[in-house]
Nanobody
Framework: QVQLAESGGGLVQPGGSLRLSCVASGSISRIYRMGWYRQAPGKQRELAATITSSNYTTYVDSVKGRFTIPRDNAKNTVYLRMNSLKPEDTAVYYC????????????WGQGTQVTVSS
C-alpha cells in the first residue's frame, strides 16, 4: 500500500511560478514511477509529467520547457516546479505512483487545485 500526500497548490498570476510536492509513504520502500496528472474543468485527466526511479522523465508537450519534475528517491518525494504559468494550466493536479515496473496497482493522491488567473 502507498499513501500520497500532496501540497503546494494555490492561486497564481499568469507568468508566475508554483511548486507542488508529493510525499509517498507506506509499505513499499522504493517506487518505480511517480508523477503528476491534471484535470481541468470539463476535460479528461491528462499526464503532466512523470519520472522513474532512474530519473527518466516524460512531459506533456504543453508544459515542456516550463515544468520540471525533480525527485528525491531517499524521501520518496516528487516535486513539480511550474514556471511561466498560463491560465490553461488551471486544473486539479493529482500525484501518481506506480510502485512496480511490471504492473500492479497505481496510487493517487487526493488532488491539489492550481488556479492561474489575474
Amino acid at each position: 500500500q502507498v499513501q500520497l500526500a500532496e501540497s503546494g497548490g494555490g492561486l497564481v498570476q499568469p507568468g508566475g511560478s508554483l511548486r507542488l510536492s508529493c510525499v509517498a509513504s507506506g509499505s513499499i520502500s522504493r517506487i518505480y514511477r511517480m508523477g503528476w496528472y491534471r484535470q481541468a474543468p470539463g476535460k479528461q485527466r491528462e499526464l503532466a509529467a512523470t519520472i522513474t526511479s532512474s530519473n527518466y522523465t516524460t512531459y506533456v508537450d504543453s508544459v515542456k520547457g516550463r515544468f520540471t519534475i525533480p525527485r528525491d528517491n531517499a524521501k520518496n518525494t516528487v516535486y513539480l516546479r511550474m514556471n511561466s504559468l498560463k491560465p490553461e494550466d488551471t486544473a486539479v493536479y493529482y500525484c501518481y505512483a506506480k510502485p512496480f515496473s511490471w504492473g500492479g496497482n497505481d496510487y493517487w493522491g487526493q488532488g491539489t487545485q492550481v488556479t492561474v488567473s489575474s
